[in-house]
């Protein structure tokens, strides 16, 4: 039945990190007028209550992942970090001046890219820099990705002293076969260093990040690598499908073959058997390809009801504000979209012109924003309902519709008001939000615009 469940179900579709998915922006009638009208209500209406989220996008790095689908540039040169901040800084003055009173920060974040490609002292201007222009809020929580080969001891300290208490490590796999084939050559000592350093500092959430479906991947790959990483105790766990991509404009998934991708119904195997080992070592599963230790801030955040999704994955800090900083970096005022300009120089062109470096985004309607809400229950939740007025669709009978064969297939059970996923359900989630995308559904994709579902 498993692997019948994955045939059926394994379908090219969005990981909703918003909705509308990007590919169904509306930038015709998007402007930067609009953008900037919507994130003016959105801070009047936030600011004091719940701040805001920052995501800044470094997106230097000194070698190229091929399993990477982020937005980088591949250099040695070091000598691109101070005006690159600057840039940063100049952008985030742009965004303060909108504003009639200073940002409260809530949640801020360090993605790339490399974030650890930059010195301490440079990631220490950077975060100064933005802390001049805001207040933190009462249990603020600051966050930056590293790299185990090059995050040293000063990255880790530096940014503790800045606030910094969480830190997540790519990891991937352990296997040497598998980091040569996505070029991301990393001993388990590296990251023994690193975690054991972070704890020592006193960070309280250490995050290791496992992918399965790698190149010449194999289940006993995914059972090693998941042994060793216990081995570490990290506070939390991101074990997720590798999404591929490479027909995507500037990816660096073209160092393998198709063929040299382990099927779907292995991925299923590998997923099972993580799934399996974590829950036995005393991880929970929280929404779509995490875990984390009931210690953890993302576990008490479940109990709390509190989890949320955005552009930067899952956070235990609901905002409705995100503001992104950086190339290619999206934000998010609850009421629309905006992404930046993906070009450095472009980037910096406009920056120069005292113009946001935005090139397209989307302005959500009254419509988008209850489907936005359905969404956001079921990759939070695994469940939502239409019982109250503001959470109703006329297009309700369509999407039970949808959803009939995965009722019978026992991956979700429904009633008049109520859609809960199973357990069976839960590797399925994506699946289900798909049912509930109305732009999705009136126009299926003519070329491949999403990784697959399994």
């Not at 509306?26 to 930067?32: A, G, P, V």
């Not at 302005?363 to 988008?368: G, M, Q, T, Y």
Request: net charge neutral.
């Amino acid at each position: 039945m498993g692997n019948y469940l994955i045939q059926k179900y394994n379908v090219a579709g969005p990981r909703y990190t918003s909705y509308p998915t990007v590919p169904y922006w509306n930038n015709d009638s998007f402007s930067l007028k609009k953008w900037t009208g919507t994130l003016i209500q959105s801070f009047k209406e936030s600011n004091d209550k719940e701040g805001m989220s920052i995501y800044i996008h470094l997106p230097f790095c000194e070698s190229l992942c091929t399993f990477c689908g982020c937005h980088k540039r591949i250099t040695k040169r070091h000598e691109v970090e101070l005006p690159y901040i600057d840039a940063v800084l100049k952008e985030w003055d742009l965004y303060c001046n909108l504003f009639d009173e200073k940002p409260n920060i809530k949640e801020l974040h360090l993605g790339g890219g490399t974030p650890t490609f930059f010195s301490p002292e440079n990631l220490k201007q950077l975060i100064e820099g933005i802390l001049r222009r805001a207040t933190l809020m009462d249990g603020y929580e600051f966050s930056f990705e590293g790299h185990p080969n090059n995050t040293t001891y000063q990255h880790l300290k530096s940014l503790y002293d800045l606030g910094f208490r969480r830190v997540s490590f790519g990891v991937q796999d352990y296997n040497e076969t598998v980091q040569k084939a996505i070029h991301r050559v990393q001993p388990f000592e590296n990251v023994k260093r690193v975690t054991d350093s972070a704890r020592q500092i006193g960070y309280t959430s250490i995050g290791h990040d496992i992918i399965f479906g790698l190149p010449f991947q194999t289940k006993e790959h995914v059972k090693a690598t998941i042994e060793k990483t216990n081995l570490l105790r990290p506070d939390r766990i991101a074990f997720y499908s590798y999404a591929h991509v490479p027909w995507l404009k500037g990816n660096g998934q073209r160092g393998f073959r198709d063929e040299d991708l382990p099927a779907a119904d292995v991925k299923r195997i590998q997923y099972e058997i993580g799934k399996q080992l974590l829950s036995e070592a005393g991880y929970n599963e929280i929404g779509m390809d995490h875990f984390a230790l009931q210690t953890d801030a993302l576990y008490k955040s479940i109990e709390k009801k509190e989890l949320h999704r955005n552009f930067m994955g899952y956070t235990s800090s609901k905002t409705q504000m995100m503001i992104g900083l950086g190339v290619s970096a999206i934000s998010d005022s609850w009421y629309g979209f905006a992404q930046n300009v993906k070009n450095i120089e472009e980037y910096n062109h406009l920056l120069k012109e005292n113009i946001l470096p935005v090139y397209r985004g989307h302005i959500l309607n009254s419509e988008d924003l209850i489907i936005r809400k359905h969404i956001l229950n079921l990759m939070c939740q695994f469940q939502t309902s239409w019982s109250s007025p503001h959470l109703f669709l006329d297009e309700l009978s369509e999407i039970a519709s949808e959803l009939e064969e995965m009722e019978v297939d026992g991956l979700i059970e429904i009633n008049l008001h109520t859609l809960k996923i199973t357990n069976k359900g839960k590797p399925y989630v994506r699946n289900v939000c798909m049912a509930f995308d109305l732009l999705l559904q009136r126009k299926k994709p003519e070329t491949r615009l999403f990784s697959m579902t399994v």
